[in-house]
């Protein structure tokens, strides 16, 4: 079978100039860093289209033309390749290293095409720079392998290994192959197959490149779902949820619930106007975040009233972190105004017994211990349960 490579490299080409149009109207849709990588790699289509396109005129343009400008083109499309990947997945673009590979790689292909010619010296020298572009664009990429990873990330893995490994055969053929020096357009197994995959690959990564795209906006839109705006902690739906995966999880006994609410905070709107109030409990999520462990989930239920989550933890050492988070909600100052307030919490606390099938028994305990703390004077912490609290004066401060 005759493999007319001038035509591959044509319709890899034409493929990437159609899609480029396509991807570059879409970036209207997209906003932020995913709006800026995907503009990259749409332009980076156009200059593959043209790249390749002036390779495959060898011999009917002037050398200048299809090896000169064509590696130049080709080592910026590669360059902007990776740096649009790499903006993709929030990791330094690596700008300056970027241009070295490309520069030096582009200065090597001219000096051994103008001054010296020698095609294999071009070849062993586009290969180098295409293996320093394919490390800068598989590093990054290299945590999808871990179990649970992106399969997006791992499409794009692929379609990547898959062009090194065409450019490393055809790399293979002219060190170890009895064909003596083929040019670019001589049907060697080796060209073939690096000009088939390089025909195919802009379809291929950019399908990749789309799927990485939606999986992180997927991703994205599922914490936000989860997310309080305001605090940043957990929502009331993102806490059912993991209330229930607990719950599930854990055996019984061994889980606490705290249920926080910040004392006369109608006060704190009324003076300082509900913007102030946002801020005022914006800071004491985030102190009371700050005294959690690891493991704790801390979460927005509505208005000022936050839950905590306690897996692991029985009554006693509930009572004492809640008497830590009562006294770290205490210091916090906010400036209003002009002016450091501060406020104070009553928390309700519930350990896991054998009755609580569901959580929400459970959440329903601490609410009920929260009313009692409030009636008994607010800034304290009750339980319904059996253990009195532990007394204020045992309890170390948040952060000894
Ligand atoms: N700034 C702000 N205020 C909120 C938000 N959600 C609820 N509130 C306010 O929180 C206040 C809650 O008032 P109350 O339920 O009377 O309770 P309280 O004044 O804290 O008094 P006690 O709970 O009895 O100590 C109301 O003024 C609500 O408008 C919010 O997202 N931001």
Redesign the pocket.
């Given at each position: 079978m005759h493999i007319d490579l001038v035509t591959l490299s044509l319709v890899g080409a034409l493929q990437a100039l159609l899609l480029a149009p396509l991807l570059l109207a879409a970036t209207r849709a997209y906003t932020g860093v995913a709006r800026q990588s995907l503009r990259i790699w749409g332009t980076v289509l156009v200059l593959q289209a043209l790249g390749w396109a002036l390779m495959g005129a060898r011999g009917q343009i002037s050398d200048w033309f299809s090896i000169v400008l064509a590696n130049g083109i080709l080592m910026v499309s590669y360059a902007e390749t990776a740096r649009a990947l790499r903006l993709l997945l929030g990791v330094p673009p690596r700008r300056g290293l970027l241009a070295a590979i490309g520069i030096g790689g582009w200065l090597g292909i001219v000096w051994f095409a103008q001054v010296q010619p020698d095609y294999p010296m071009r070849v062993y020298i586009a290969t180098a720079s295409l293996g320093g572009f394919l490390l800068l664009l598989l590093w990054p990429l290299r945590h999808a392998l871990r179990p649970g990873g992106s399969s997006a990330q791992r499409v794009m893995l692929l379609v990547l290994l898959g062009a090194a490994a065409g450019w490393f055969f055809h790399l293979g053929e002219l060190v170890f192959g009895d064909v003596p020096a083929p040019g670019l357009l001589d049907a060697t197994p080796g060209n073939v197959a690096q000009m088939i995959y390089s025909a195919m690959e802009p379809v291929f990564a950019s399908v990749g490149f789309l799927l990485m795209y939606n999986e992180m906006a997927q991703a994205e839109l599922r914490r936000l779902a989860r997310t309080d705006p305001?605090t940043g902690t957990l929502n009331r739906l993102a806490l059912d949820e993991m209330a229930q995966a607990l719950f599930q999880r854990a055996t019984p006994h061994s889980g606490a619930v705290l249920m926080i609410?910040?004392?006369?905070?109608?006060?704190i709107?009324d003076r300082f106007g509900?913007a102030g109030?946002?801020r005022m409990?914006a800071a004491l999520a985030r102190g009371i975040g700050g005294c959690l462990r690891k493991d704790d989930v801390l979460g927005r239920v509505g208005?000022?009233e936050f839950l905590v989550l306690l897996p692991d933890t029985g009554i006693d050492d509930a009572l004492v972190l809640a008497e830590r988070l009562r006294m770290a909600a205490a210091r916090l100052q906010v400036v209003l105004d002009g002016e450091p307030q501060s406020v104070t919490v009553s928390i309700g606390a519930a350990a896991r017994d054998a009755t609580d099938t569901e959580p929400a028994t459970l959440i329903h305990r601490a609410d009920r211990a929260l009313y009692a703390a409030?009636n008994a004077g607010?800034n304290r912490v009750a339980t319904l349960e059996a253990t009195p609290p532990a007394p204020a004066r045992d309890v170390a401060e948040c952060g000894d």
């Open positions: 305001l609410d910040v004392d006369h905070f109608k006060t709107n509900h109030g946002d409990l208005g000022e409030k607010r």
